[in-house]
């Protein structure tokens, strides 16, 4: 079976190349503990090895001979549209390598799905003043996660598909979309991966979580990847952990790697460490 590159160089060496194909991952992490960076460097990385090799080369090395990048990658938001999260990326990565992986990267903006119900004005999400007109269209648009679910069925099978954030459907539960309806997607997700082949990363912050809906959206993924701040003495470093991850954590068990620590450059998120039991 080959697998998919995550796009980090030391993690994806260390299992064997990649994840393997038809799973739905949980980034879920602390603020600015390396679940976002690592999605913006997963789904740059697997962009730019199509689109300018001399740069993946550089930035990412020789991927292993059981690893292939996927036909496409697609970029799914709730709450941003393409220019912003490209100025986002630019904060983490190298400008050439962000505006060579750009062109290779399709952006899905959900924000007037997202948005459409709420008090907001449609200015602020759509660039544009609401019209008489549209307040039709407005009550038959589809839901957010109905929109969510037209997306995936077309666009993720076989291919890399990242989902910015699963924290902005928790923050806006109501009678329409209840936590209940959350969690019957993430498992109904999870079910439709096996079929598609390919790979699913899904952002979410555990600030925003209790202890109990996290461990239910860990149930209803096929892996988990834990982000979090360790502080020792006066320095702070970013760790990462791998939970629960079929095909992989094996691997890491077989090492008795417990635990990485990150490291944030130009090229973004990498493993600069590997802590193993004693």
């Given at each position: 079976?080959?697998?998919?590159?995550?796009?980090?160089?030391?993690l994806?060496?260390?299992?064997?190349?990649?994840?393997?194909?038809?799973?739905?991952l949980?980034?879920?992490?602390?603020?600015?503990?390396?679940?976002?960076?690592?999605?913006?460097t997963?789904?740059?990385?697997?962009?730019?090895?199509?689109?300018?090799?001399?740069?993946?080369?550089?930035?990412?090395?020789?991927?292993?001979e059981t690893?292939?990048?996927?036909?496409?990658?697609?970029?799914?938001?709730f709450?941003?549209?393409?220019?912003?999260?490209?100025?986002?990326?630019?904060?983490?990565?190298?400008d050439?390598?962000?505006?060579?992986?750009?062109?290779?990267?399709?952006?899905?903006?959900?924000?007037?799905?997202?948005?459409?119900?709420?008090?907001?004005?449609?200015?602020?999400?759509?660039?544009?003043?609401?019209?008489?007109?549209?307040?039709?269209?407005?009550?038959?648009r589809?839901?957010?996660?109905?929109?969510?679910?037209?997306?995936?069925?077309?666009?993720a099978?076989?291919?890399?598909?990242?989902?910015?954030?699963?924290?902005?459907?928790?923050?806006?539960?109501?009678?329409?979309?209840?936590?209940?309806?959350?969690?019957?997607?993430?498992?109904?997700?999870?079910k439709?991966?096996h079929?598609?082949?390919?790979?699913?990363?899904?952002?979410?912050?555990?600030?925003?979580?209790s202890?109990?809906?996290?461990?239910?959206?860990?149930?209803?993924?096929?892996?988990?990847?834990?982000?979090?701040?360790?502080?020792?003495?006066s320095?702070?470093?970013?760790?990462?952990?791998?939970?629960?991850?079929?095909?992989?954590?094996?691997q890491?068990?077989?090492?008795?790697?417990?635990?990485?620590?990150?490291?944030?450059?130009?090229s973004?998120?990498?493993?600069?460490d590997v802590?193993?039991?004693?």
């Open positions: 079976m080959r697998s998919i590159p995550f796009g980090v160089p030391r994806d060496s260390i299992i064997g190349g990649g994840a393997p194909p038809g799973n739905v949980l980034l879920a992490g602390e603020s600015g503990a390396g679940a976002r960076e690592f999605l913006y997963s789904v740059t990385m697997n962009a730019l090895s199509k689109a300018d090799e001399d740069l993946f080369d550089l930035h990412y090395g020789t991927l292993a690893a292939s990048p996927p036909p496409e990658i697609h970029y799914i938001s709450t941003s549209g393409e220019t912003h999260l490209r100025r986002e990326m630019l904060y983490t990565m190298d050439e390598m962000v505006d060579a992986a750009l062109d290779t990267i399709e952006f899905h903006d959900l924000s007037p799905e997202y948005f459409q119900l709420s008090s907001i004005p449609r200015e602020w999400y759509l660039g544009e003043p609401t019209k008489l007109e549209d307040l039709g269209d407005r009550q038959n589809e839901s957010v996660l109905s929109a969510l679910g037209s997306t995936l069925s077309e666009h099978p076989g291919n890399l598909v990242v989902v910015d954030s699963l924290t902005d459907l928790v923050a806006s539960r109501s009678e329409d979309m209840t936590w209940a309806d959350i969690t019957m997607v993430m498992k109904g997700l999870e439709a991966s079929q598609w082949g390919g790979l699913i990363l899904v952002l979410v912050s555990t600030e925003a979580l202890d109990r809906e996290l461990g239910i959206l860990k149930g209803a993924t096929d892996g988990t990847l834990m982000f979090s701040w360790e502080t020792g003495g320095k702070r470093a970013r760790t990462m952990v791998v939970q629960e991850f079929r095909g992989v954590l094996s890491l068990e077989s090492e008795n790697i417990v635990q990485f620590e990150t490291e944030i450059s130009e973004g998120l990498d493993v600069s802590r193993k039991i004693r």
